[in-house]
T-cell receptor, first 113, second 112 residues
Framework: DTAVSQTPKYLVTQMGNDKSIKCEQN?????MYWYKQDSKKFLKIMFS???????INETVPNRFSPKSPDKAHLNLHINSLELGDSAVYFC????????????FGPGTRLTVT | AQKVTQAQTEISVVEKEDVTLDCVYE???????LFWYKQPPSGELVFLIR??????QNEISGRYSWNFQKSTSSFNFTITASQVVDSAVYFC?????????FGAGTILRVKS
């Protein structure tokens, strides 16, 4: 059983399009996250949700909008995609906040052309 | 400041060598948590260890060991008798406020 799953694994799209990435966790965790990993492998938190409530919004452009329909799901919608959005996006979950280990999904490689 | 520093960008070793990955973090807190994650070439992020600031005992798990030195704000990771399968990017991280802050990662290449 996959603990944290993301779809799609790869996403290739053109500038200006809108796309979504879905994330689901079956660990029963209360907190979910979105991270962006750039081409230099640097990992940066984008958003954090605790039980469907937004906890962290880390100076991410408004074009990025997370949505948590329930505590097991956290989706990421991106409007008007730009070249600079090309990266690997990771979803993660944890029992609580940053005192707990986070479990990551397999990542979604987004390529904007 | 909220910073985790992994000064070694890339390390190359030959199989069976021991290798230590350094991690230094900034903190003004007395209670905090530290983590190591592994990212193999396949891309997923794998949790390795979580350590709280009250427990200064070194931890060993098979060929992996971690040295936590509160006095120098360091949490170093040693792989003993490295193997090719250890080749990966290794990230150190620290919990700050509501978020986890990652170091830039160290690329470890183990050659046969």
């Amino acid at each position: 059983d996959t603990a944290v799953s993301q779809t799609p694994k790869y996403l290739v799209t053109q500038m200006g399009n809108d796309k979504s990435i879905k994330c689901e966790q079956n660990l029963g965790h209360d907190t979910m996250y979105w991270y962006k990993q750039d081409s230099k492998k640097f990992l940066k938190i984008m958003f954090s949700y605790n039980n469907k409530e937004l906890i962290i919004n880390e100076t991410v452009p408004n074009r990025f909008s997370p949505k948590s329909p329930d505590k097991a799901h956290l989706n990421l919608h991106i409007n008007s995609l730009e070249l600079g959005d090309s990266a690997v996006y990771f979803c993660a979950s944890s029992e609580g906040g940053p005192t707990y280990e986070q479990y990551f999904g397999p990542g979604t490689r987004l390529t904007v052309t | 400041a909220q910073k985790v520093t992994q000064a070694q960008t890339e390390i190359s070793v030959v199989e069976k060598e021991d290798v230590t990955l350094d991690c230094v973090y900034e903190t003004r807190d007395t209670t905090y948590y530290l983590f190591w994650y592994k990212q193999p070439p396949s891309g997923e992020l794998v949790f390795l260890i979580r350590r709280n600031s009250f427990d200064e005992q070194n931890e060993i798990s098979g060929r992996y060991s971690w040295n936590f030195q509160k006095s120098t704000s360091s949490f170093n990771f040693t792989i003993t008798a490295s193997q090719v399968v250890d080749s990966a990017v290794y990230f150190c991280a620290r919990g700050y406020g509501n978020k986890l802050v990652f170091g830039a990662g160290t690329i470890l290449r183990v050659k046969s």
